[in-house]
């Protein structure tokens, strides 16, 4: 799993925890959301807190590829993870380079690892330009990117992930031309990933299902900033966490709801959501001013290219906000109250 926890990273992370069917091999790390050290810190503490310690961190880009880095503390708060306060982790970063963890567990494990990237794209970049038979190497790749004939969230026409890294997003796209189908990438984009859209009633069901004894009311005519009192650990700092992503939204005229972009991508990685895909050539801006970081996808076949991703063009929020509550509350039930 590649990251820049990240609220809805953090519930990415937290639900991959909670399948008992899935091995998170190794977590690896790169400048988003905050920078690339606290994406590290706030993946351990979270691991921590989820009682999963032992599962390697890693850090890997720190800038993109060619461009400056841009942060987004706005969004998700001067930490990542909005107004949850995590301790400082006890398992140290591993010494290892993200590239190194990419390369070294694809060549270790050939045809048995899901790779699921839900930040820019710089540190699978830079792997496949030191290993370029990772598509082949991975079972699977599911990326967390890309607007394609829908509004960005970062301009007009770009999606954040891929506004990061354009020219990292578009080497790795251009990686996967030619590739047989089974083996491109399954892109969740913002056309379907918007469509998770957490509300206050998906909160309080989560502390139902943890077992807590106090509803989890996290409400709009609240103040903003109200910590969660709940007695599960784990709902209190998903809660803290996803209250700033949803005054994030209102501020910005979306209502009081907290897009969960990764979270979605991480159903679809273990295939516990329905969804349905389209093969298309995908390309990305990296020369305009006005459209730096645009992804288009052509699904004729215009340019003349073969596919090299499967865009999600449908999903069901309803069934995933099931799963997620379902699986996350189980495990944040299985790890008590205080």
């Known amino acids: 799993m590649d990251v820049d926890t990240g609220i809805d990273d953090a519930l990415a992370i937290v639900y991959l925890l909670s399948r008992p069917e899935v091995r998170l091999q190794a977590i690896t790390c790169t400048a988003g959301n905050v920078g690339a050290r606290q994406v590290a810190l706030n993946s351990l503490s979270l691991l921590e807190l989820c009682g999963r310690e032992g599962i390697e961190v890693a850090v890997g880009a720190e800038v993109p590829l060619e461009i400056p880095l841009v942060t987004t503390e706005e969004t998700h708060g ?6 949850a306060e995590l301790p400082a982790p006890a398992q140290a970063i591993s010494p290892r380079h993200a590239v190194d963890v990419w390369v070294e567990e694809a060549r270790a494990h050939p045809g048995e690892i899901t790779g699921l990237i839900t930040g820019p794209l710089t540190n699978f970049a830079l792997a496949l330009r030191r290993e370029p038979e990772l598509p082949r190497l991975l079972k699977g790749l599911v990326i967390m990117g890309g607007s394609f004939y829908y509004q960005g969230n970062t301009t007009p026409t770009a999606e954040w992930n ?4 354009p020219h990292a997003a578009k080497e790795v796209y251009t990686a996967y031309r030619g590739m047989p189908e089974d083996k491109l990438p399954v892109v969740c984009a913002l056309d379907t990933t918007e469509r998770i859209e957490m509300l206050p009633e998906h909160l309080r069901r989560l502390g139902e299902a943890a077992g807590a004894a106090e509803p989890e009311l996290v409400l709009p005519e609240q103040p903003e900033g109200l910590r969660s009192g709940s007695s599960s650990p784990l709902v209190a700092c998903l809660s803290d966490a996803i209250r700033f992503y949803m005054e994030f939204h209102r501020l910005y005229d979306q209502g009081y709801v907290a897009h969960m972009h990764d979270a979605f991508a991480a159903c679809a990685a273990v295939g516990r959501t329905p969804f349905s895909t389209r093969l298309a050539t995908v390309d990305v801006e ?9 992804t288009v996808a052509d699904f004729r076949g215009l340019w003349g290219l073969p ?12 069934q995933c906000f099931d799963e997620l509550i379902a699986s996350v509350g189980a495990l944040a039930r299985s790890l008590g109250i205080r």
């Open 78 to 83: 001067p930490q990542g993870i909005g107004y």
């Open 286 to 294: 990296t020369e305009s001013p006005l459209l730096a970081g645009t």
């Open 162 to 165: 891929t506004a990061v890294d």
């Open 307 to 318: 596919p090299n991703a499967r865009i999600v063009t449908g999903n069901d929020p309803g």
